[in-house]
């Protein structure tokens, strides 16, 4: 069986294949870059821009692939969603779609675009957005650099953010958020009723949420008294439902615990303080609850 996957060309390539790397598929690009080899028999990958994806998942040419959510929006795509991945290029953050004005412009929210000139790659979610406004407008498509348009070019944009370091750097407000993406794995509808691909589809998105979920988590192995068992567990919250393991000696037990990173940094001297030794922390590859 040959199972026709759609990755996101571009900015999101390379995270991408680091993604894929940690949830168990090795993909390396060879001299065909939008053609990589990935050491999985049932899947033939293709690198193509996220903006395009949603059209060949739902006509068929993909079986299945990943985008963001704002472009099968944009496409009106008819497919099925499996699962929402929260990853982007520089952050594990929610991207969001924003309407943004130069910072001395009058217009102070979507009402005064009336009449006014957008741009914009999402032309569709924003005449969709103005026409819920009752606002009429003209949207134009950008072909790039849109946040450099205002206020000569146009009256304002609408464009995407991860961090807003871009707009800020090209003197504009946000006055109104549009919609919030992220990565989102699609199927075809027709390939949903195929139960091989449903199958690889859903363990797909199941292993690759796991391994979103194991960067901002890391595990703690430690040996213990075991009359400061109790003590820990109820002033470190972070350390709920850990392995405990008996030691040769009575006196003492062995923990294993899945943390998030952040609280690392406090809870090992804590930890150390309550006698704990051995403390070993480790890397994951995944998290599958």
Known sequence: MEIKIGLPAGSLQESTIKMFK???????????????????????????????????????????????????????????????????????SILKWVLAVPNDSKIKSVKDLEGKKIATEVVNITA??????????????????????????????????????????????????????????????????????????????????????????????????KAKLKKIMSELPALKMPTVSSLADPEWVAIEVIIDESVVRSIIPLLKEHGAEGIIEYPLNKVVY
């Open 128 to 225: 969709k957005y103005l026409k819920a406004n009752g606002v009429k407008a003209d949207v134009e498509f950008s072909w790039g650099a849109t946040e450099a348009k205002p206020p000569e070019l146009v009256d304002a944009v609408v464009e995407i953010t991860e961090t807003g370091s871009s707009l800020r750097a090209n003197n504009l407000r946000i006055i109104d958020t549009i919609m919030e993406s992220s990565t989102v794995i699609i199927v075809n509808k027709q390939s949903w009723k195929n139960k091989d691909i449903r199958k690889k589809a859903e363990a797909i998105a199941m292993l690759l949420q796991g391994a979103l979920e194991a960067e901002t988590k890391v595990g703690l192995k430690m040996n213990l008294p």
């Open 22 to 92: 940690k949830a168990g598929w090795s993909i390396s690009l060879g001299s065909r870059a939008y053609v990589p080899k990935i050491d999985d028999p049932e899947l033939v990958a293709r690198f193509i821009r996220a903006q395009e994806i949603p059209r060949y998942v739902e006509s068929g040419k993909l079986d299945f692939g990943l985008t963001g959510a704002d472009w099968v929006a944009e496409n009106n795509a008819d497919v099925v969603e499996v699962a929402r991945l929260v990853y982007a290029k520089r952050t594990r």
